[in-house]
């Protein structure tokens, strides 16, 4: 017999909104937030900071030179006030859910991609950044929007972090989504989900990542007349290319990329200058310094040399970040459950996923918060110019979120 929702009106509209979800999203797509443009993703943080507001929320944002703003979000009780004192288990009935998202893709604007294009006799459209994560961001905001409209979002004391530096790294947010996660009950993160057998998927574990920019310093000298006195930093840097990506061990599930290279200047002179960015996967942490030491070694080691054997290229790491393993505990593995048998009531198949891409949730589970990952809109290809949405997932996942925040993680109510 089916369940009867109480929050009948709250489902029909949101599915009666999926035309303002397919509006926003195609809006958000054709603003330009890559990384790179602050200025892109501050407009869309401007936007976004709006919208939350009108529903009440407190927003602080955190300005950062080279990034767009983080946005922090915050509605509802305090987390002492809800859980009545500090020293109460932290868990997610009584302390703030977190929801977090980012602004920024990894699609620049000279791609030529930044409008939502339908695919013919489909529901998925394609368009740079829409599953990863703008679609996710429509997820997010409509279900604070319907459970606003509906007079429920009292019920839960919530935090929305949105970041525009996440496909770097975090470098500048970071810190403060740690921060924010660490009083929080639960992190709901709104990365995409992918398609799966009969449904689609969430994820509860992902792989860490590492990132290391690395810069070479040799000399620059005329290529015909006076080459011996050059040393070549692309020479230096090319020669460690195979060492670092032979650091790979399937075996441990380790991946190792050099992603970029870049070097020179022009093809008459010996380039002074050459950097690489190497991107590091893992599972565990002590695989990951022990890479991060081979890696060490490698760079220490040189490749263009005087007679004596010195090194004449100088090699540093110029940036390193970093996000762990997320990890299941026990208590996310118990909230993935409920998740699994809440979207079940909403006719939805939720399939568990670990993942090989990291995300910021990771860095909520380092800080002791149980954290799901993977909730934004379904789709594929991302980070490609054929990344694609599923529009029919836009509804579906907005109506799992609003349904989250109303019951996830408290007891039910005894059937009558
Ligand atoms: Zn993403």
Do not use: Y
């Amino acid at each position: 017999m089916p369940i009867q929702n109480p929050h009948a009106a709250l489902f029909a509209r949101i599915h009666a909104d999926s035309t303002r979800m397919e509006a926003d999203l195609a809006a958000w797509v054709a603003m330009d937030t890559h990384s790179a443009n602050k200025q892109g993703v501050d407009a869309l943080g401007a936007l976004l900071c709006t919208r939350l507001e009108a529903m009440g929320f407190r927003v602080a944002e955190l300005v950062n030179g080279v990034h767009g703003r983080t946005l922090v979000a915050r509605r509802g009780p305090r987390p002492t006030d809800v859980s009545g004192g500090d020293d109460g288990p932290r868990n997610a009935a009584t302390h703030p859910i977190l929801l977090l998202g980012h602004m920024d893709t990894v699609h620049a604007a000279s791609a030529g991609f930044n409008s939502l294009q339908r695919v013919e006799g489909s529901t998925h459209a394609k368009g740079a950044g829409a599953a990863d994560m703008k679609g996710g961001l429509v997820v997010l905001l409509h279900a604070l929007e319907a459970l606003h409209a509906e007079g429920l979002l009292d019920r839960r004391a919530l935090r929305v972090v949105l970041n525009g530096d996440e496909e770097v790294g975090s470098p500048a947010s970071g810190e403060l989504i740690r921060a924010e996660a660490t009083d929080c009950g639960l992190c709901l993160c709104f990365e995409a989900g992918r398609v799966a057998d009969g449904g689609s998927t969430f994820v509860t574990r992902r792989k860490g990542m590492m990132r290391l920019s690395v810069r070479a310093r040799g000399r620059s000298a005329h290529a015909g007349v006076e080459p011996s006195l050059g040393a070549s930093a692309v020479r230096e840097l090319a020669g460690k290319v195979g060492p670092i990506e032979d650091l790979a061990d399937a075996a441990t599930g380790t991946t190792v990329l050099v992603g970029t290279f870049h070097g020179g200047t022009a093809a008459n002179t010996v380039p002074e200058e050459a950097t690489l960015d190497i991107d590091v996967r893992f599972d565990d942490d002590d695989v990951r310094q022990q890479v991060e030491d081979d890696l060490q070694g490698i760079l220490r080691k040189p490749v263009v040399r005087d007679a004596a054997g010195r090194p004449r290229v100088a090699t540093t790491i110029r940036e390193r970040v970093f996000r762990p393993p997320m990890e299941a505990s026990v208590v996310s593995e118990g909230l993935a459950a409920e998740l699994v048998r809440l979207a079940a009531e909403h006719g939805q198949v939720l399939v568990p996923e670990a993942r090989g891409g990291s995300s910021d949730a990771a860095l909520a589970a380092d800080v002791g918060c149980p954290a799901l990952c993977g909730l934004g809109a379904v789709g594929g290809a991302f980070h490609t110019r054929d990344e694609w949405v599923d529009l029919a997932s836009l509804p579906q996942r907005t109506v799992l979120l609003a349904r989250l925040i109303l019951d996830l993680g408290l007891v039910p109510e005894p059937r009558k």
